[in-house]
């Protein structure tokens, strides 16, 4: 089992930059792939960015490639989303989750992912 709690969320203008984490607890942190999730009202949840178990391989969706990134510390079970050059359109409740893909497709489907966090509200005011 894996408890995954994230922080970091808030309101930030336009412009702005926020840098959200993921403290995971239980076994075999460094063993899963860790992606980051965003919904918004009314929308279905969408694949924001996801790394690889040793951090080497990155994935981000194209609307935020450039602005985001996304990292881990494997000695500090913790994994982060820095977020620059915040947009209105980013707005949503974030959500980490840790799993196993099985190929570099994967990594952009939530079903892949078996643990989540319970997510953290980022607000972006035009």
């Known amino acids: 089992q894996v408890q995954l709690v994230e922080s970091g969320g808030g309101l930030v203008q336009a412009g702005g930059s926020l840098r959200l984490s993921c403290t995971a607890s239980?076994?075999?942190?460094?063993?899963?792939?860790m992606g980051w999730f965003r919904q918004a009202p009314g929308q279905e949840r969408k694949f924001v960015a996801a790394l690889s178990w040793s951090g080497r391989n990155t994935y981000y969706a194209d609307s935020v490639k450039g602005r985001f990134t996304i990292s881990r510390d494997n000695a500090k079970n913790t994994v982060y989303l820095q977020m620059n050059s915040l947009k209105p359109e980013d707005a949503a409740v974030y959500y980490c989750?840790?799993?196993?893909?099985?190929?570099?497709?994967?990594?952009?489907?939530?079903?892949?992912?078996?643990?989540w966090g319970q997510g953290t509200q980022v607000t972006v005011s035009s």
């Open positions: 239980g076994r075999a942190f460094s063993s899963y792939a």
């Open positions: 989750a840790a799993g196993s893909p099985g190929g570099s497709y994967y990594y952009r489907d939530g079903a892949t992912y078996a643990y």
